[in-house]
């Protein structure tokens, strides 16, 4: 029985009470009981947020220029201990170091994307719209933002949001995931370091109680929600109903669509990277490979033959493949495996009971390849999030783009192909928000928008760049006249121009 005890960070400080509930937190790689991190009760959220709310007022009114130093401050902290960082995802989520680090990196970007704030909050201004009269644009903070984060990237994720929210000078709320709720306590302290106020942001845990108070509390303005879809439209709905502003990414299932002409290798080495990279639990990870033939054969056979060589084990020891989250969602995961044989697909590589370089009771399940999938499988049609690889084979691209656009999932999707044509025409007709031509996880840089269509995203604004800074500031237009004796009269008539 572990006695490491994990709990909120609120106003500067560990918080000091003592809590009703508790979850479990695991190292995925041995299976061992690693801490018990405190679940937030809706008094707890209550003070995060009257915290938040006070340092809000400051910080909202705290120079662009001073704002943005604090950010740099931060950027460089990240930076300097990104390693610490990774090693606290890889204890607590399972993914390889590099993995981990990889993860770091993309989040530092949207920190220095947000230090460029200075020129994003730019408004317009028009002079002499009318005589003597002039317009123009600001854009404020809302007030107190939430964040409510998913395990699988527990630095990136939050990261996709937060550097924005404080950066346009509101405070934070962070609830990141129960099951590796340390990176974010991790960047608590690198905020604190870099001369953040205390209160301006702050991380509470917990599970359905601490999210419905986030969803109710009136003094919150805002949730940014990424998770699985059921809790994204439940979020969606309930946030929007107690009148907030909310953007809730879900769940993904993404199609690989592979063309005859395309590069074999390459895509077979694409298909394996991105399948069953981070165990598949990546949001983007591809999961369907849809093969228009007459190459399926081929492209079977390479991507098993590259499978054959990757290393299932511990992430801190170099392995290519580290455990899945918790023995739970293991155990969910091989029941898919179970279901696509019953349901008649043919099964290539069969990662259950794999050959482990690792701890016996780590949450393991080696690489799965399914072939001669069809869409009715469950297989195909739910989210595995695991290293499950489904090949669909189809005979035109025609027949390729109408089933990926008949899932319901939406996020992301390549097409792998030497043919420019091609390409060009499935980026204009496929129904998905990011799409990679011969880049397998389109994830975009930091400075466009991050986000899929149906299922996977609820509300209409993605995640950072420019949609990231409109989500968290309200645009105010003023009119300006600077008064002289020719303005005086009555007119009761409506302003025009003149
Ligand atoms: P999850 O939906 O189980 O949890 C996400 C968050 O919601 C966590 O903070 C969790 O504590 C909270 N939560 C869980 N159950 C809840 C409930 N009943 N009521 C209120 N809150 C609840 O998701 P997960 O398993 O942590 O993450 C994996 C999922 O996230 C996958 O579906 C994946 O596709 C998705 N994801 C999507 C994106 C994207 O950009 N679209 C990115 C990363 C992950």
Redesign the pocket.
Known sequence: MSSKRITHYINGSTWSGSAQRSGDVFNPATGELSAKVDFATAEVIDEAVAAAKRASVEWRNTSLAKRTQVLFAFREIVNAKKEELAKAITLEHGKVLSDALGEVTRGLEVVEFACGIPHLLKGGYSEGVSTGIDVYSIRQPLGVSAI??????PAM?PMWFFPIAIATGNAVIL?????DPTPSLLMATYWKEAGLPDGVFNVVH???VA??RILEHPDIASVS????????Q??YENGTKAGKRVQA????KNHMLVLPDADLDLAADAAVNAGFGSAG????AISALVAVEPIADDLVKKISERMAILRTGDGSAGADMGPLVTSV?RDKVSSYVDAGEREGAKLVVDGRNPKVDGAANGFWLGPTLFDNVTKEMSIYTD?I?GPVLSVVRVKSYDEGLALINSHRYG?GTAIFTNDGGAARRFQNEVSVGMIGINVPIPVPTAYYS???WKS??FGDTH?HGTEGVHFFTRGKVVTSRWLDPSHGGINLGFPQNR
């Open positions: 409510i984060s998913p395990f699988n990237f994720v609830k990141p995931s129960e099951k917990g599970d359905k999210v419905d929600f990424v998770g699985s879809t059921p809790i994204a439940y979020i990414l879900g769940g993904a639990e990546r949001c983007m969602h989210e999030f996020n991050f986000g899929g996977s995203l995640a």
